[in-house]
């Protein structure tokens, strides 16, 4: 059985990983089926992000700015933690093949 602690981190991993999917898959399709005239003047990359913030914008502001400075502080760490966990594996498994 899980403890309650890994079962938030798997939740938070598996939710953070798929709104990042999500968020990736959208915004390629999109990219790839639209014209290229369809913003005349702009980056259809730009068009379309500044589009999903204004999506997220109701939520991140109904959160609060302490929330989301919290959330992002947590993100940040996760992938910060993330790389440095994965550096030092690759260290480890170098070390190994020597």
Known sequence: MLLPQTTRSAGLLRDSW???LMF????SGLL??????????ESP?????????GSVR???EAAGAETVRASLALVG????????????ALEIAR????
């Open 95 to 98: 070390a190994r093949r020597c």
């Open 77 to 88: 760490a996760m992938a910060d933690k993330t790389m440095s966990d994965l550096r030092r």
């Open 58 to 60: 109701p939520v991140a």
């Open 45 to 53: 990359a730009d068009v379309l992000i500044e589009m999903l913030t």
């Open 18 to 20: 798929r709104t990042g």
């Open 32 to 41: 790839d089926d639209m014209p290229d005239d369809a913003f005349p003047g």
């Open 24 to 27: 990736s898959d959208v915004l």
